[in-house]
C-alpha cells in the first residue's frame, strides 16, 4: 500500500486530465451506495462517509470532515482522507489525502458542469466565496473557458484579496469585489464555493446568459441562492437523486411548490452521454443551473486517476509496479 500526499494529489491530478477522467468515467458502471451523514457534535460538524466501487476491479471509501467554523479560525473547513482497494482480492492498495483530492474533483466537476451548460463563448468568471475552493474553481475554470475577466467575490474584501494574491502567484489576474449585485451584473459564469446557510444570491440578480453552478450547499438546510431563483433556471445535478435528496435551494424550491421534481431536467451522466442526446442550454439566454452536492463515483475516478499516474497500474484490481524506460 502506498500512501498519497496532498502535494501528491495535485501533481497526478492536472486539471485537463481530471476532467477528461471524469468525462469517460462517469459513463462506466460505478456503484454508488448513498452516503451516510453524521452530526457527531449535534451542530453544523459534518462527518460525511462515502463508498464507491467497480465489481472485481477497484473501490474506494472517502472519510470526509465538514466543520464550517473552521472558517473563522483559520483552519480548513473541509478535511478528509480516501483509501483505495482492490476489488479483487480486498488488498488496500493507497491512503491518499482526501482534502486535496475533494477540492481538486469538485472543482473538476463544476467546470465540467459549466463546460456542458455555459455559453461556449464566456469569457468572464465570477467565484463566490473566498475559502479553500475558491482557488481551485479558477484553476480548473480556465481550462474549458478562454477567461479574461476573473472576479473573486468575498463578504469580506481582505479575503477576497488574499485569493486574487495567491492567484497572482500563479500568473493569473484577477480582482476582487464585495459587491455581489454588480458582480452577478458583469459575468458568464459564476460558481458558488461558501458554507451559507441562508440565501445570498437573490434571484432578480442573475442576469439572462449566466451559467451558475451551485457547490457549496450539501444539506437540506444550506442554501446559496434563493430558491425563487429555481423557475427561472434550467436545472441540471451531478445526480438527480442526490440534489433531491440534499441539494440545498433546489430541494427548497421544490418544497415551496415554485418547482416540481421534473424541473430537475437530468444529471452529469446523461449529458455526457454519446446516445442519450439531453438538452442542455437551449438558447443564448438562459439561465442554467448545476448543482452539485458531490457523490462518490467522482471520487473513485479520481483517485484512481491519480494512483495510476502515481507509477501503478490497475489490471483487474490488482496493483503491479509500471517499469520505467531504463528498467
Known amino acids: 500500500m502506498i500512501s498519497i500526499s496532498a502535494s501528491e494529489v495535485a501533481q497526478h491530478s492536472p486539471y485537463p486530465a481530471l476532467i477528461a477522467a471524469?468525462?469517460?468515467?462517469?459513463?462506466?458502471?460505478?456503484?454508488?451506495?448513498?452516503?451516510?451523514?453524521?452530526?457527531?457534535?449535534?451542530?453544523?460538524?459534518?462527518?460525511?462517509?462515502?463508498?464507491?466501487?467497480?465489481p472485481h476491479d477497484i473501490m474506494g471509501v472517502k472519510l470526509v470532515s465538514i466543520w464550517p467554523g473552521n472558517n473563522a479560525q483559520?483552519?480548513?473547513?473541509?478535511?478528509?482522507?480516501?483509501?483505495?482497494?482492490?476489488c479483487a482480492d480486498g488488498r488496500p492498495l493507497a491512503v491518499l489525502d482526501g482534502t486535496e483530492l475533494t477540492l481538486r474533483r469538485t472543482a473538476a466537476t463544476a467546470a465540467l458542469g459549466a463546460k456542458l451548460l455555459a455559453r461556449p463563448a464566456s469569457r468572464r468568471l465570477a467565484v463566490l466565496g473566498t475559502g479553500a475552493l475558491a482557488l481551485p474553481m479558477v484553476l480548473a475554470h480556465s481550462q474549458v473557458f478562454n477567461?479574461?475577466?476573473?472576479?473573486?467575490?468575498?463578504?469580506?474584501?481582505?479575503?477576497?484579496?488574499?485569493?486574487?494574491?495567491?492567484?497572482?502567484?500563479?500568473?493569473?489576474?484577477?480582482?476582487?469585489?464585495?459587491?455581489?449585485?454588480?458582480?452577478?451584473?458583469?459575468?458568464?459564469?459564476?460558481?458558488?464555493?461558501?458554507?451559507?446557510?441562508?440565501?445570498?444570491?437573490?434571484?432578480?440578480?442573475?442576469?439572462p446568459g449566466t451559467h451558475l453552478g451551485l457547490v457549496g450547499a450539501f444539506t437540506p438546510d444550506m442554501a446559496e441562492a434563493e430558491p425563487a431563483l429555481m423557475p427561472r433556471a434550467r436545472i441540471y445535478a451531478d445526480t438527480t437523486e442526490g440534489v433531491l435528496q440534499k441539494g440545498g435551494e433546489v430541494l427548497q424550491a421544490i418544497r415551496a411548490g415554485l418547482i416540481a421534481q421534473s424541473d430537475v431536467r437530468g444529471e452529469l451522466a446523461q449529458?455526457?452521454?454519446?446516445?442519450?442526446?439531453?438538452?442542455?442550454?437551449?438558447?443564448?439566454?438562459?439561465i442554467t443551473v448545476f448543482k452539485t452536492v458531490g457523490f462518490a463515483a467522482l471520487d473513485l475516478i479520481s483517485a484512481e486517476l491519480i494512483y495510476k499516474n502515481c507509477g501503478t497500474d490497475l489490471v483487474y484490481g490488482a496493483a503491479e509496479t509500471v517499469s520505467s524506460p531504463s528498467d
Not at 456503484?31 to 459534518?46: I, K, L, V, Y
Not at 469580506?156 to 489576474?173: E, S
Open 147 to 207: 477567461l479574461t475577466h476573473i472576479c473573486i467575490w468575498g463578504r469580506k474584501l481582505d479575503n477576497a484579496h488574499a485569493v486574487v494574491d495567491a492567484l497572482a502567484q500563479q500568473g493569473i489576474q484577477a480582482q476582487a469585489s464585495t459587491d455581489l449585485q454588480a458582480v452577478l451584473a458583469d459575468t458568464d459564469v459564476a460558481v458558488t464555493v461558501t458554507t451559507a446557510t441562508q440565501p445570498f444570491i437573490r434571484a432578480d440578480w442573475v442576469q
Open 271 to 286: 449529458l455526457l452521454h454519446p446516445t442519450q442526446a439531453l438538452a442542455g442550454r437551449a438558447t443564448a439566454q438562459d
Open 22 to 54: 471524469l468525462s469517460r468515467g462517469l459513463l462506466e458502471p460505478i456503484q454508488t451506495p448513498p452516503r451516510s451523514h453524521f452530526n457527531p457534535n449535534a451542530d453544523a460538524s459534518t462527518v460525511l462517509v462515502m463508498p464507491a466501487w467497480k
Open 74 to 86: 483559520g483552519l480548513p473547513a473541509v478535511s478528509g482522507v480516501y483509501v483505495l482497494s482492490s
